[in-house]
Nanobody, 122 residues
């Protein structure tokens, strides 16, 4: 089973940027689709972005389109989430996840990291 460790969260002012990283253990990372989710206090966890195993298919939640970019480096077993033009409503714990398969759909992710806190001040 792949282990996922997120990093890069922090406190940033509205309009700022952060880049989250998710490092995966194991030699199967390049076979698996990866994704980012977030959970704000009192809310359900929600899909943010997904990327297929080879990086050819990406998708985003409407709320982050045009502001967030998902990418991956299979040589480094790492997936990234570049977050620009951050808003206070982006405040949440961000989790990376995998589907355990080459492709993804928002409901197909099942293995989660421990999360990293992102706080956007107004």
């Amino acid at each position: 089973q792949v282990q996922l460790v997120e990093s890069g969260g922090g406190l940033v002012q509205a309009g700022g940027s952060l880049r989250l990283s998710c490092a995966a253990s194991g030699r199967t990372f390049s076979r698996y689709a990866m994704g980012w989710f977030r959970q704000a206090p009192g809310k359900e966890r929600e899909f943010v972005a997904g990327i297929s195993s080879g990086g050819g298919r990406k998708g985003y939640a409407d709320s982050v389109k045009g502001r967030f970019t998902i990418s991956r480096d299979n040589d480094k077993n790492t997936v990234y989430l570049q977050m620009n033009s951050l808003k206070p409503e982006d405040t949440a714990v961000y989790y990376c996840a995998t589907t355990g398969a080459p492709d993804w759909g928002p409901a197909e992710f099942g293995s989660w990291g421990q999360g990293t806190q992102v706080t956007v001040s107004s």
